[in-house]
């Protein structure tokens, strides 16, 4: 299963975008990548995935790198709500979620 | 979104005692549901991967015998502690697949707090 690694926490000024980066570079072409945040004593709430292509829904955009080697999350306008633990995830041909230590988010006001 | 939900949300028990944790998805069937459990302040870890109608499969590590899981139906695993012990306190969290719908995606329950004494 590849791994990820993300660096351990990030701040961000609230209604600046978040960028939130991930390595991976043992990722196999078939392999997707997932993001998810989890937010004190929740549950882990899905953000966005993809494959290669760029990826865009109402919450987030995902940049995945030619290589596929690596891959950016962006918040466009974060808030303080948006303050969170993010994962980004490699999801195995067994369909199975091997989570990291993930990335820290603080948005300050 | 697909909604998973987890119940209880949080328990108590003595230590010797045996808990069960349910974990339903609510606007979907799950083929797959997984189990994690989360230490205060790490990550989650994958405990086990449960398929419908068929026994679940464990990571390594993982005690079969102490943590019980049964995938009954589309829309309910659950997962039980047997004689849980102090060390068995931690956040449990369910997740459900989404397969064969499209967006092949886990969506994750709310949680579920355990505590022994």
Redesign the interface.
Known sequence: DAKTTQPTSMDCAEGRAANLPCNHSTISGNEYVYWYRQIHSQGPQYIIHGLKNNETNEMASLIITEDRKSSTLILPHATLRDTAVYYCIVRSGTYKYIFGTGTRLKVLA | ?AV?S?HPSWVICKSGTSVKIECRSLDFQAT?M?W?RQFPKQ????MA?SNEGSKATYEQGVEKDKFLINHASLTLSTLTVTSAHPEDSS?Y?C?A?T?PLA?????????T?LTVL
């Open positions: 979104g998973v987890q797959t997984f994690y990550s989650l870890m994958l991967t956040f969290i997740s697949r397969f967006k092949d995606t886990q969506y994750f329950g709310p949680g707090r």
